[in-house]
C-alpha cells in the first residue's frame, strides 16, 4: 500500500450488531442498580463498551472457517496440535500447556512455584496477576521504570523495567525468588512497551542470578510493533522476527489468548524446558482438563492458532496503534488529560489530573467511570486506588496513579464511533467540577473492583 496519512481498518465488515442506546435517566437507574460499579452493569445497556479488550475481538472469516473443522476430540486433539505448531512457531518454545485463559495459567503457575514470602518482580503486575501471588502469600513487586511515574512524559518506552533495582532485589532475596517476569504491554502502567535492550538486559539479571524468566505475553505482538516503531535499531526489522528474539530471551511465557490471540477464550504456559512440565499437566488435569484440551473447546483452539499468526501481520498492528494515538489526540483536545505516548490497545485518562481535588481515598476513577457511562454510554475501567490501593496496618495506601482505561475491543468499532465518543467526553470534561468521588460500601478482599458496590459523595 502506498503511504497515505489516513490508516484505513484493514478489513471489510460482513457481520454487524445493533448498538443499545439508552437515555440519560435510564443509564441513571442502571448505575444505581449496579451499585455504581461498571462490571456490574449488563452489556446490554452499554453503548460502547471499553471495559477490556480481553476476549472482546471481532473474529476474522478465517477464524471462523477454522472453527468449523475443529476435532473435539477429549485427548489427541488435531486442533490443540495445530494450536500447539503455531505456538512453537512463533515462540520457539517446545511445551505448551493449554489453559482456558491467562488467569488459569498464573493461578497453574504460580501454585506450583510460589511459597508465603515468596517475592515475584515485574515492570507491573496486573490485577489477577498480582491477586494470584498474594493469595499464596508471596509479594508481587513491582519495578517498573523511573519515567513510568510521569503520565505526561513522552519517553517511548515507559513499560520498562528498572534493571538496576531488579538487580539489588535479586542479590539481596535471591533464595524468596521462584521466578521473574516481565509483562509486554505494561497494562498496569498504561500499556506502555518495552524495548528489546531492555528485555535483554532484564533476562542477563535473571540469567545472572538462575532465576527462571517468565513473560506475560499478552500483547506480545503490540510489544514487538512498538519495538519497531520506537527502537531505531529494529526500525527495519519484520514485527515477527522481533517476536521470536523477544521469547528466545526467555525461559517460557504465559498468555491470554484473549488479547494478542484475538479469541474469545483461551490461554497457555510455553516453557523451553520440560522440568516443570509434569507436575503442571497433573494440575491441568486436575483444575482444567485433559493436556491437549485444557480446558478450550477445539474450536476454540482452532482459532487462536489462527489468531496468533493475524495478531502479527503488520498492517493490522498499524491500524491498532492509530486507533488509540487518534482517540488520545481527540480526547486531549477537548480537555481529558490521557497518559502519553498512547499505546495501542487503550487510552488511558489521568483521572487524577481531571480531578485534582478529589483525593486518592475517594476514588476518582471511578468518579470518572461512573460520568462517562451516565453521560456517553461509554464503560471503562478504574485502574487507580480501587484497583491497586489497600489499607496497610490502618493506613491508605493509594495507587502510584489514578487512571481510567478506555480498552479498546479489537475490529469491532469504526472512527465514526471513535469521534462520537470524543464529543461525548467533552460534556463530562465540562462537569467535572461536579464529580465530588466515591466510597465504597462492599468489597471482596480479593479484585475488589469487580464486585465491589459503591455509592458517590
Known sequence: MPERQTIIEP??????????????????????????????????????????????????????????????????????????????RVTGFRYIIP?????????????????????????????????????????AVDLVCAEARDARSAAPFKGNLDVERLDELCRRERDRIPLGMITITNNAGGGQPVSLANLRAVAEVYRRYDIPFIIDACRFAENAW??????????????????REVFDLADGCMMSGKKDGMVNIGGFIALRSDAWVPRLRSGLILTEGFPTYG????????????????????????????????????????????????????????????????????????????????????????????????????????????????????????????????EATAEVVAGRGDLRGMRIVEEPPFLRHFTAKFAPL
Open 295 to 422: 480446558g478450550m473447546a477445539a474450536r476454540d483452539m482452532e482459532a487462536f492458532a489462527v489468531g496468533i499468526d493475524e495478531a502479527l501481520e503488520e498492517p493490522y498492528l498499524a491500524y491498532r496503534e492509530a486507533v488509540a494515538a487518534y482517540v488520545a489526540s481527540g480526547l486531549e483536545r477537548i480537555g481529558m488529560p490521557v497518559m502519553q505516548p498512547p499505546g495501542a490497545h487503550a487510552v488511558y485518562l489521568d483521572a487524577g489530573a481531571l480531578l485534582p481535588d478529589v483525593p486518592p481515598a475517594s476514588y476518582p476513577g471511578q468518579a470518572l467511570v461512573a460520568s462517562l457511562y451516565l453521560i456517553a454510554g461509554v464503560r471503562g475501567c478504574e485502574v487507580g486506588s480501587v484497583m491497586f490501593g489497600k489499607h496497610l496496618a490502618g493506613t491508605f495506601v493509594p495507587a502510584a496513579r489514578e487512571l481510567v482505561r478506555l480498552a479498546f475491543p479489537r475490529r469491532v468499532y469504526t472512527q465514526a464511533h471513535m469521534d462520537y465518543v470524543i
Open 11 to 88: 478489513f471489510k465488515i460482513k457481520v454487524v450488531e445493533p448498538l443499545p442506546q439508552l437515555t440519560r435517566a435510564e443509564r441513571a437507574r442502571e448505575l444505581e442498580a449496579a451499585g455504581w460499579n461498571l462490571f456490574l452493569v449488563p452489556a446490554r445497556r452499554v453503548t460502547f463498551d471499553f471495559l477490556t479488550d480481553s476476549g472482546t475481538t471481532a473474529m476474522s472469516a478465517a477464524q471462523w472457517a477454522a472453527m468449523m473443522i475443529a476435532d473435539e476430540s477429549y485427548a489427541g486433539s488435531r486442533s490443540f496440535e495445530a494450536l500447539e505448531a503455531t505456538v512453537r
Open 99 to 139: 489453559t482456558h485463559q491467562g488467569r488459569a495459567a498464573e493461578h497453574l503457575l504460580f501454585s506450583m512455584l510460589v511459597r508465603p514470602g515468596s517475592i515475584v518482580p515485574s515492570n507491573n503486575h496486573f490485577d489477577t496477576t498480582r491477586a494470584n501471588i498474594e493469595q499464596l502469600g508471596g509479594e
Open 226 to 243: 512498538f519495538i519497531k516503531r520506537r527502537e531505531p535499531e529494529n526500525a527495519k526489522r519484520a514485527v515477527r522476527a522481533i517476536a
